[in-house]
């Protein structure tokens, strides 16, 4: 296909009946943001029967020459249901982070067992944010029971507490460092297995994130994630293959964040417009205003950084690599989200830091975007390592 | 000539405002953030620092020191660091006080500095900005109209500090093409209060709106009388002061970061010892600097009673920026943590965004 | 659909433009800035590559292959790459042909496409930019007016590329309201050309400046004749074509300041192992990704034949700013080195920051 | 004294008679750009006479408790001479970087001794940028002789062509390190001491900038600066006093930097209000347009990065330390100054990198401000060091 930047019909139909849906969502946005202890699901709202819009597939059947592929309108999917809000999506959703990671690494046995099932995905731990290699979690294998043995603690699990499992990392020698670390199968209600907390958070307060604990939590030993028990004695070629789930979830958690950044940028326009600002493009620096000027710059921002995310996404559907450009994707949306929100409020001043709009809490949820599923710094650190052909011993 | 020496009075004022910040502000930060009101007794306790009277003329009952905004500057940079909301409420009976110290007819400060002079917390409040975006200060839509021998106010004003308990509100407005400012007590006929509003930051502090319609205030309400007033330098003290408490809050973050950086570990050495976090605390500790000089130039500038309007203009927006980019990227040398309400680096990033939008309208 | 897929003849393309920089641009490029000129040989050696005559139709005794702004952005990046002011001027040619392929009238295309379709290097050129501070695309000083059967012209123009020896100039003027562009013979009466204009960079380019005093032309030589052009789809596809431009001088930076940061050392490793160093690599790429994307986007949509005037501002606007940022941060990678003109940085730092400020105003 | 930001009636006189002659200065500007090879003195031009304009100390005597101090008058005439010109500024001065060092380093009997010649400051190697503890030019004692002999080779020397002299780091001991290292002062026309070469630049033309070879340089024993033979075993206590002469002159490449960027942003005023537009202070956003808000932005900045001079130069005087302050000056100025004249062209467009007026010029003078004296990079390393407590083992 030609470079090509347009939505076919069925795309846009598409992506117009999850906005519908979205901005049903949107009305329960300030509920979830002031009731960060609620685990009220969506389905419950009055007008949950909204969010339900099914489209007509056969009436628009997919066209692989005309519509765009699956995983670029993941990306735009993504970003229309965040525009509505951001929680709201996320409670609704079937699946978390984990689902990805089982996807990625399970064997056909254990994705058919727990594909069914949210799954939270629990990497972090209280002594380690960016550095996933230095997991302290340990899982020892009982030959006797055939069972692992888990121990330790799992902070930032997104979705933890409404997941119905959870993919953890854990080293089953930690003597062999990143080789040494595995991901593990763990269902609520194994005992030993607790949710110590629910954290309380700047933004995305409608979306639990929790804190876990293993206290010699045993879990069956095929609940090892794609079932390689040995250690390989070289590189990192295991942990790499765990690290490939962030392939589509940084561009995904990109597209998120650009999502929210769409909604403040939508709502500052429209106050522009009713204002009777001038944002017409064509014309120069001389005969600007400053909010114009300072409005489309943000706006541009966000039109590169999404053509960023769509580009990873594109990558990975055509099956080429696409290490370094999720990585970009990722590092440009977090850093270009934080400005467009802060910016569209210094725009709008005293109306955009009111609670009677949800400009100021899109500022809260966006913020997120440049520190989860790796923070900008670490995206900067994979990209330079490729840029400058170095290995994480050079770079770090 | 340049200086930049402090005296040993001013030496001695932030001395106590550092340890009122460290004793008082600090330890009930986050609960009026979560709780999103003032504690109890908290405006009683900053009245005893004797802020408002302190520069209030002796034969107003006042202590008659200096009116130094430089000196304030310096007080509000602790208090700031200390916690910006609680300051904001603690410093709002100045900002009308010394708005009638510095322009109010004999007949005005006679008439209304003594009650700032007592032993129980009194306050008006500034009420400048109004709802609304795109606010401008140029084009204020609260307007002024003589009629007879009183003014008639209409127009709708928010964020104003303390609204709810405020004995009277200085409303600024546009009489014709100039802006005046009008002294309206809390009972005016046609005003109403409301609040108060919610907001994303400065959640202890009770922010009202002001609803006025066809206020009819006498005409000696006027501050400074016939003759009016400067309303740009009531803005531009406004401004400084902001700029001031901005540094303040900038400071914190640094402070706050610098030995979290050094505790935590990644790829088996401390954070700080990354130059990605390493120059990001290098740039927040030269921008600080930069605050904070700018904010003294302006205050010396208004101190020695030139028109400071360049000055205060750029101390305000360069602080508003930068004030903004520190707190936010404290949140990014803490990850994780930044984002969670655990730390206090959140709700400064949330404070920082919020003060940054008052354009000069909520402090002395 | 969205993608990103390159053609296999723009692959072809691509890989020619590549080989062209590498063996001609790179080079000339040097002493073509010192000296101030273009090689002898230089223009006749890029008419040899077709690229004017390629996209004009058979009819007009072109090569007819579809005139494509998304290829040319990609053969723009690759020209880029090698030298922006050698590209430039070998584009000047293209610049106004495509205008006129665009949107002349028959007799236009007729009058004036065949001479670009020869052996021999011919050029018109674009003159759209005008002296002074404050250009405004929206209120143009250089003004066309009605008499009888002919225009007249006044005003003057600057930043015309090889305005030295364009036969034909293609003049950018306010009628009214509207804009319109005007075919002006070299020769024309009440024209005359100087130059040439010596700048910060973009050194071997011969900028000319007009004055057009009262210049008379017929009303045929309004382009699109009695129905006049679009002069913003003529804005737009320079617009574009500068960005692409860019996107190549940017990668360029890139790619002569990563081997160096990885041979110079300082405290005892590569400065390429520094975080510092290694961030601003990284974000450099980040950011000529974004460009390119932003131009590919744009070029669609003028290769689509929609209204791009929001997207080939966004590239513009998008590319000037991060060209610059690079051309300056690939100097602080190089330290001193980056000062001297042993190394190309500092000329691509000159170039960037002067392509950046033309507007849409002198390429393809 | 107290906080005060205004200058006496003495500061102001004196910084005016120093503008009058740096606008005669200004007209030799473009000839010293475009004859880099000229080493014509600014004496030998037309209108020399103009830069004598003796300052009448005896109508205008100092007086401490009116009067700014040296140090922060030396940094507010600094800017005032660049804002004529750079290069004829530093032409006509007697005296370079390396006379800073002599009297910071030197003993009485040498200061007396050279302090009249223009001596050069030579620290970089081809091999080292940044680093200067990586100095390999060596210096060894001929006891025979007691004579030094010198070998190595030097970059970036600046007025390295027209200098008297040079102050020369090298190392008398290369396993010592940073402890190693000592200052020597060479005369020009010492055998086995040659200019190798006069660098081609990108700005400061008319400031010449050399390489120079020692190849078997031999001087008197007695050139060693401060004249301390031995190398301390622990710390880097005599590197440490080397690196002192810093503490003035970084403020000092400073306020070079932002002599020039004022003039830039003078001429950008000038040209914009000769255009109508409105670049009054004190109202909102909302009001302005883009070119007002943008030159007012750059113009703040500069305010802002003349100020924290201003505070490193006042330390200095006051005797207080101001090692990281000083590193906050040109950190602050290196980084400003380069936004500014970039910003400045950008408003003026075309105009702006037209060889008709200076600020194209500017622009070029302006980048050096970040790389010489210590980069952005390295003052941040510096400031970052003291802000964590860090050592330079901790943090490089």
Chains 1, 4 share one sequence.
């Not at chain 1, 597209?255 to 709502?267: Q, S």
């Not at chain 2, 959140?346 to 008052?358: C, G």
Request: hydrophobic fraction near 40%.
């Amino acid at each position: 296909m030609p470079i090509d930047f347009t939505l076919s019909e069925r795309d846009k139909g598409l992506l117009e009946n999850i906005r519908a849906s979205a901005l049903i969502a949107r009305k329960y946005a300030r509920y979830y943001d002031e009731h960060e202890e609620s685990e009220l699901a969506p389905e419950q709202l009055p007008e949950a029967a909204g969010f339900k819009r099914p489209f007509d597939e056969k009436a628009h059947p997919y066209n692989p020459k005309t519509d765009s592929g699956m995983a670029v309108m993941g990306m735009l999917q993504t970003m229309a249901q965040m525009w509505g809000d951001y929680a709201v999506r996320l409670k609704r959703q079937k699946g978390g982070l984990g689902n990805a990671a089982l996807q990625a690494a399970g064997t056909p046995d254990q994705q058919k067992k727990w594909g069914g099932l949210t799954l939270a995905m629990a990497i972090t731990e209280p002594g380690c944010g960016s550095d996933p290699s230095r997991v302290q979690t340990s899982a020892t294998l009982d030959p006797k029971t055939n069972e692992w043995i888990l121990n330790g603690e799992k902070i930032f699990v997104t979705t933890g507490v409404r997941a119905e499992g959870v993919v953890a990392w854990a080293t089953v020698d930690k003597a062999a460092g990143r080789a040494g670390i595995k991901s593990f199968l763990v269902l609520k209600g194994t005992p030993g297995f607790t949710v110590a907390k629910k954290e309380k958070k700047l933004g995305i307060r409608g979306d639990d994130t929790a804190a876990y604990v293993f206290d010699n939590c045993r879990i069956p030993r095929e609940n090892l994630l794609g079932g390689k028990e040995e250690v390989e004695k070289e590189g990192s070629g295991g942990f790499k293959g765990v690290m490939k789930t962030f392939n589509m979830t940084r561009p995904g958690v990109g597209a998120i964040g650009l999502g929210v950044a769409e909604a403040a940028l939508d709502f500052t326009r429209e106050q522009l417009e009713e204002a009777h600002v001038d944002l017409s493009y064509g014309g120069s620096l001389a005969s600007q205003t400053a909010i114009a000027k300072k409005f489309q710059d943000l706006e541009t921002l966000w039109e590169a950084s999404r053509l960023t995310v769509l580009r990873a996404a594109w990558l990975a559907e055509k099956g080429k690599p696409n290490n370094m450009e999720a990585s970009v994707a990722k590092a440009h949306a977090g850093a270009a989200v934080r400005r467009i929100c802060q910016g569209c409020i210094e725009i709008l001043g005293t109306m955009g830091v009111s609670r009677e709009h949800l400009l100021e809490k899109w500022l809260r949820d966006c913020r997120i975007t440049d520190i989860y599923e790796g923070t900008g710094q670490i995206q900067r650190l994979i990209i330079a390592r490729t840029l400058l052909d170095y290995t994480r011993e050079d770079l770090k | 000539m340049i200086s930049f020496g402090m005296t040993d009075e001013q030496k001695a004022a932030q001395d106590a405002m550092r340890s009122f910040s460290q004793n008082v502000l600090r330890p009930k930060a986050r609960s009026c953030d979560e709780a999103a009101k003032l504690p109890e007794d908290f405006l009683g306790k900053a009245w005893e620092l004797g802020l408002t009277m302190a520069q209030i003329p002796e034969k107003y009952s006042g202590m008659g020191s200096d009116r130094s905004p430089v000196t304030n500057a310096i007080i509000l940079e602790e208090l700031g660091y200390g916690d910006v909301p609680l300051a904001v409420a603690a410093l709002a009976p100045s900002l009308f006080a010394n708005a009638i110290v510095d322009q109010g007819t004999e007949e005005q400060k006679k008439t209304y500095l003594p009650a700032f002079c007592g032993e129980k917390f009194e306050t008006g409040s500034l009420a400048l900005l109004e709802p609304g975006p795109l606010f401008d200060l140029g084009k204020l839509k609260t307007t002024a109209e003589t009629s007879g021998k009183e003014f008639i106010l209409k127009g709708r004003k928010s964020f104003v500090t303390l609204g709810d308990r405020a004995s009277h509100f200085l409303v600024i407005a546009k009489q014709g093409n100039s802006r005046d400012a009008f002294i309206v007590p809390k009972d005016a006929k046609g005003l109403s209060i409301s609040g108060p509003q919610k907001n994303l930051g400065l959640n202890a502090v009770p922010f009202a709106a002001l609803e006025l319609g066809n206020v009819r205030v006498p005409t000696s309400a006027r501050l400074g009388g016939d003759a009016g007033c400067d309303v740009q330098k009531i803005i531009n003290n406004s401004r400084v002061a902001l700029s001031a408490l901005m540094v303040g809050l900038a400071r914190g973050v640094i402070d706050y970061c610098v030995p979290y950086a050094k505790e935590r570990e990644a790829f088996d050495e401390a954070i700080a010892k990354k130059q990605a976090i390493a120059f990001m605390l290098a740039d927040m500790h030269i921008e600080v600097e930069s605050m904070r000089w700018l904010t003294w130039k302006a205050a010396s500038a208004l101190e020695q009673g030139r028109d400071a309007t360049k000055e205060a203009h750029q101390a305000f927006v360069y602080a508003a920026e930068k004030c903004m980019w520190i707190a936010d990227n404290g949140i990014q040398v803490l990850g994780g943590h930044g984002f969670i309400r655990e730390h206090p680096v959140e709700m400064w990033f949330r404070n920082a965004r919020t003060v940054s939008v008052l354009e000069g309208a909520a402090a002395v």
